[in-house]
C-alpha cells in the first residue's frame, strides 16, 4: 500500500497487535507502551512480518530471546532498535503524531506514495537495479502538476499547494 501508516501506540501491543504496530511505516510511542512476541506461549510463530522486524532492528540473537520468552520490548528499546521513531510523553502522543501526519498531507501525494514504493523496495534491492528504478519514479513524478508546482513555489518563495496531479 502506497499510503503511509502511522501508528500511535499508547498500550501493550502484544502478538497480532504488535504485529500490526510494526507494519506501519512510522511508529510514535508513549513511554509505557510494550511490545510482546507472545507467540510461542500459545504453541505459534511470529508472523505477519514480525520476524523480519525483529531480526533487522534487534539482531537474530535478541530477536529470538524475545521471541522465545515473550519478553516484553518497552519503549525505550523499541526506540534505540528502531521499532519506533520516537518516545513522546504520553498526554503528548496524539499532538505529535497529528503535527507528523499535517506535514505528510502538506506533501505531494504521489511522492509520498512512490517515495513510500522506493524506500519499501530499497529494502531488498541491489544497488544498481535500485539506483535505475529510482530514475524511472523520478521520471514520472518530473512529469506530475504538482513538480511544477513545487518548483514554481520555490523560485516565488511561497507554499506549494499539492493537489495529487
Not at 512510522?26 to 507502551?33: C, D, E, K, Q, S
Not at 505459534?44 to 532492528?57: E, H, I, K, M, T
Not at 530477536?63 to 513522546?88: C, F, S
Not at 501525494?109 to 544497488?127: C, G, H, W, Y
Request: with cysteine; glycine share 8%; aromatic share 6%.
Amino acid at each position: 500500500m502506497e499510503k503511509p501508516v502511522v501508528c500511535a501506540l499508547n498500550g501493550l501491543a502484544a502478538g497480532a497487535g504488535a504485529s500490526l504496530a510494526l507494519a506501519c511505516d512510522v511508529r510514535f510511542a508513549a513511554p509505557t507502551a510494550k511490545l510482546i512476541a507472545s507467540f510461542g506461549p500459545v504453541g505459534l510463530v511470529p508472523d505477519s512480518g514480525f520476524s523480519r522486524a525483529l531480526v533487522r532492528a534487534m539482531g537474530l540473537s535478541n530477536a529470538l530471546e524475545h521471541a522465545w520468552t515473550a519478553k516484553p520490548i518497552l519503549a525505550t528499546d523499541a526506540e534505540r532498535w528502531g521499532l519506533v521513531n520516537k518516545v513522546v510523553p504520553e498526554g503528548e502522543l496524539r499532538a505529535e503524531v497529528r503535527t507528523f501526519i499535517e506535514k505528510i498531507l502538506a506533501a505531494p501525494p504521489r511522492a509520498v506514495a512512490l517515495t513510500k514504493r522506493s524506500f519499501n523496495r530499497a529494502a531488498e534491492a541491489d544497488f544498481e537495479g535500485h539506483l535505475e528504478y529510482e530514475a524511472q519514479l523520478q521520471e514520472v513524478l518530473g512529469k506530475t502538476a504538482d513538480h511544477m508546482e513545487g518548483v514554481n513555489a520555490f523560485l516565488e518563495g511561497r507554499a506549494a499547494k499539492f493537489k495529487g496531479e
